[in-house]
């Protein structure tokens, strides 16, 4: 269940940006206000995905100091 729920936010995250494309303010800065709001969710996205998956499957297996 742990992997799908980085392939469930990441299909929330692309409906989310698909939303934001068309619900974007009208004017003269349509097209910023669009590129913004879909560069902000997917940066979001690529790091929480990246911290979820770094915690997931940890490179170097976490050791016990014992004192």
Same mark, same amino acid.
């Given at each position: 269940?742990?992997?799908?729920? $980085?392939?469930?936010?990441?299909?929330?995250? *692309?409906? !989310?940006?698909? $939303?934001?494309?068309?619900? *974007?303010?009208?004017?003269? /800065?349509? /097209?910023?206000?669009?590129?913004?709001?879909?560069?902000?969710?997917?940066?979001?996205?690529?790091?929480? *995905?990246?911290?979820? !998956? *770094?915690?997931?499957?940890? !490179? &170097?297996?976490?050791?016990?100091? !014992? &004192?």
């Amino acid at each position: 269940m742990s992997g799908y729920s $980085v392939l469930l936010v990441g299909f929330l995250t *692309a409906l !989310l940006c698909v $939303v934001f494309y068309y619900f *974007a303010p009208k004017g003269s /800065n349509t /097209n910023t206000w669009q590129m913004t709001l879909i560069l902000t969710f997917s940066c979001c996205y690529i790091l929480w *995905a990246i911290t979820y !998956l *770094a915690q997931l499957h940890p !490179l &170097e297996s976490p050791t016990r100091v !014992l &004192e």
